[in-house]
């Protein structure tokens, strides 16, 4: 199957009493069992539910994996996967990824011995010095939030390989529609779900899609023992959303990238930031591993200060200044101050976020509407 048929039919059947087209919203906690462990898949809904089965299905059928293991927010998924892990062991990441990704290493898993390295994915030679024997995983986010670098997934999973560590894909900004790093030799691709999957800013979630049969299982047993897990509804909200997966980032992509041509030619602009512009030094990559270059849009302003930014942001109307990203709608952020805020600013600095860097999440409204309301707000 095509994506887009995907998108829609992957792991889905009509369910079996009803022939529902959609799965149905199985609110309950617990299953009849025919004697003591004999039951029809189900005992209790902490450890699995037919509709966030239904959604496993979908999302691993999406990044063509052979599971999937959703989770009630992006942060639990993290969460469950960095509990592989013992004192002692190294974790290379990203040094410019999601704010909320470097609190949860630095400030919950450190203390427990865990040590980690933040570094420029794009550099190879820095990723390769920063290996250790003790280096277990590389924790890849690509795009990155909020500086959008690329990150080589090829590369750097022979590298995860040839030194038997696990390779992680943050692959939020992305979705499965424009990146799959599985087939290009990834462990595992990680998602807020609450973000393009969902992507009607109405549900929190989190999952994880993986072939590899050790991890799963270790998720599985996170699943059912921490008890991270979404409720139906969510899972129906993000099937659902799914559903529309393909049609929403093939406008908002349009949209991006006449967004970004604007700002390209805008006086007031000091950088744009986005894969799709033959400027950013890993537009080449992006052309290799995503079939296109994402709807995320980050630019500095000519005055590099954090009051300039806030002032531009409260005068946009269609922009809404707001956490999160991957809605239908259009939003406005300040990674200095909301998304990254728990980033010291001399981290942020060293890593090229700037305060004035502004990222916007580029809806599916009328282009030419956008670009109105920035230009209005310039």
């Known amino acids: 199957m095509k994506f887009n048929t995907k998108a829609i039919h992957a792991g889905q059947k009509p369910e079996e009493v009803s022939g529902s087209v959609m799965p149905p919203i199985f609110q309950t906690s617990t299953y009849v069992q025919e004697a003591p462990n004999v039951n029809k898949g189900y005992d209790y809904a902490r450890v699995a539910n037919p509709t966030r089965t239904a959604l496993e299905k979908l999302i691993a059928g999406l990044e063509e994996a052979d599971e999937c293991a959703c989770f009630a927010s992006g942060c639990a998924a993290m969460d469950a996967v960095l509990k592989k892990f013992r004192p002692g062991d190294h974790v290379i990441a990203s040094n410019d990824l999601y704010g909320g990704t470097y609190r949860l290493f630095r400030e919950v898993f450190e203390p427990y011995g865990i040590a980690f390295s933040f570094i420029d994915m794009t550099d190879m030679q820095a ?86 049969d050790e991890l799963m299982e270790h998720l599985r047993f996170q699943v059912k023992t921490t008890g991270g897990v979404p409720g139906p509804m969510d899972c129906y909200l993000t099937l659902r959303g799914i559903k529309t997966l393909h049609i929403r980032m093939q406008r908002a992509v349009e949209n991006a990238k006449i967004i970004a041509d604007f700002l390209t030619n805008h006086s007031g602009v000091g950088e744009v930031i986005y894969p799709g512009l033959s400027s950013h030094p890993q537009h080449e990559t992006a052309k290799s591993q995503m079939n296109d270059f994402g709807a995320m849009v980050s630019f500095t302003l000519k005055d590099d200060a954090s009051e300039t930014a806030k002032e531009f942001m409260s005068r946009t109307h269609l922009f809404a200044l707001a956490e999160s990203l991957g809605g239908v709608e259009s939003l406005i952020n300040h990674p200095a101050t909301m998304t990254h805020g728990s980033i010291p600013r001399e981290v942020r600095y060293k890593a090229g976020l700037k305060d004035s860097l502004i990222r916007l999440s580029v809806g599916i409204e009328d282009a030419e509407d956008l670009v109105e309301d920035l230009q209005q707000a310039f």
């Open 127 to 212: 990723v390769k010095a920063a290996r250790t024997d003790n280096t277990k995983l590389l924790w890849i986010e690509t795009p990155t939030n909020p500086l959008l670098k690329i990150a080589d997934i090829k590369q750097l999973t022979v590298f995860a390989k040839e030194y038997n560590m696990l390779s992680v894909v943050d692959n939020t900004f992305a979705s499965p529609y424009l990146q799959q790093p599985l087939k290009m030799g990834a462990d595992a691709s990680l998602h807020s779900t609450t973000k393009y999957l969902g992507g009607h800013s109405d549900i929190i979630g989190g999952a994880v899609a993986t072939s590899n």
